[in-house]
Structure formats: C-alpha cells, structure tokens
C-alpha cells in the first residue's frame, strides 16, 4: 500500500514546471505518513464530496482545488470551513491537494483531458512554444458558426451537471481556431494575438467586465462554461493515471460537489 506522500513525492518528482518550496500541492489534512487503502479523486473537496468519500471507506481524498477559502483569516470565521475541519479531525480523513502538478502534465492533464473531452486533437498552439507552462492552446477544428460550437460545448458538458454555456459574440461569425486553457488561468490577449477566434473559458476565471468584454473589444469571442466543467475530465484521468502508477491502492472519482443550474424566460 501507498501514502499521501508517496503520491505527493511521484507527481512532484514528474513535475519540473512546480518549484515544490512554492506548490499549492500539499496535504491539507491528516497524517501524510498513513497508509492508503482507498483513495478518491475530486475536483471540488466540498462537505458533500467529504461525506461521499469517507462513507465509501477511502482514508485519502485528492482534490484539485482547495478545502478552505483561500484568505487563511476567514477561516476560523466561516462555518462551512469550521464544518470541515470538525469533520475531517472526527474522521482522520487525509486531504492532499493535486493542483500545479496536475494543471500541466502532458497529455492528460487538466488543459489536455479539456480539450480531449471536446474532441479537439489538431493543436496548432501550445503556450508552452514561448513560456514555460503548458497553460493555453489553440486548435484547428472545421469552420462552422459559433452557434454551432457553442452548441456542441453545451452537449458535451451536460454529461458533466452543467446545463448551459454563456456566450459573447455573433452567432453567426465562422469560427475554426478556438483557445482553451487551464481553469482560472484562462486563454486571453496571447491566444488572440496567436490566431484564435473564439475562447473558451471558465466562470471564475473570465468576469465580464474585466475579463470577457475587454477580450471582445480585441476581436474574440468568448463561450463560458463552470470551473468545474473544465477541470473535471482531467480529475478523472487523474484518478486512472494514479490507479495504474499505484496498482495496490483503489482509487474512485467522485463528482458530488454542487452545480449550479439556469432558469430561462418563457
């Protein structure tokens, strides 16, 4: 059997891109030394996904984002964190959080399980050409109206819980060079200027007014999707990639975090 540190160790070790005195990729909670029997794989740690987890017997959970708001002074006031951490002392449920490492492995890591997801295999840019991260790209993909894209992004990530995209720009306008990114870290003026059409990007990273409107302006078009939506498909190739490199441990995705959903006007 493994531990938390073991895979901490394996994910860092692969990751030259992460300085590991500076990485988000850490464990969170309980004993990093403890064996694992079962572990499971999330994209969100929320109280729900916590629960889901330790009742189906894992001692460890890998998530990618993070366990509490991210200003450590509203911990100790806020009680959905307070919930946590009462429920992750009573249970000894270990956390580690996969984060930098997972964003930009090669080929089944967030930005590459994305686009994958979305059928998307001619990359014609990659950031990673010109700086050292591997956070944007850029496909060719057969020209068609940005309905139709929208449209087929909207297909595909309802297999995910989420049951719309949001869209800026003319419906009509042919796309065929659409940039997508890793969560937050969306694709912006550098993938405009590299030849994309139109932006994929995500709810928390792209707010409208100093985000999605100014990319606009600079002559893309933006289809907004969940956080969740694409970052989820690269936790699941997480979850096998690790069930293949730690054959003696058991390792479950799980997907119980909240979504959000849309009301239309009739």
Known sequence: MTTA???QNYLLSASPWVNPDETLDVVLAGDH????HKAGVCWYPSMD????VHGEDCELLICHESLFPDDPSTQGRCAPARQKEEFLSKTELIVLRVHDTWNQWPDIGIRDSWADFLGFT???YASEETLPHRY???YATPEEP????AQHVADRVKELGEDSVRVLGDPEQLICRPALGVGC????????EAGADVLIVCDDGAPYSTVCERLYEKGAS???????????PGMENLCTHLQSTFPETVFEYFDEHPRTWTVHHQ
């Open 222 to 232: 933006l289809i907004i999707v969940s956080h969740g939506s694409c970052e989820m």
């Open 136 to 138: 944007h790209a850029i």
């Open 185 to 192: 870290a969306c694709p912006g003026r550098e993938s405009i």
């Open 146 to 149: 940005l309905r139709a894209l």
């Open 122 to 124: 001619d990359r014609v």
């Open 49 to 52: 996904t916590l629960r889901t």
């Open 5 to 7: 540190l073991e895979i």
């Open 33 to 36: 030394a403890h064996t694992v």
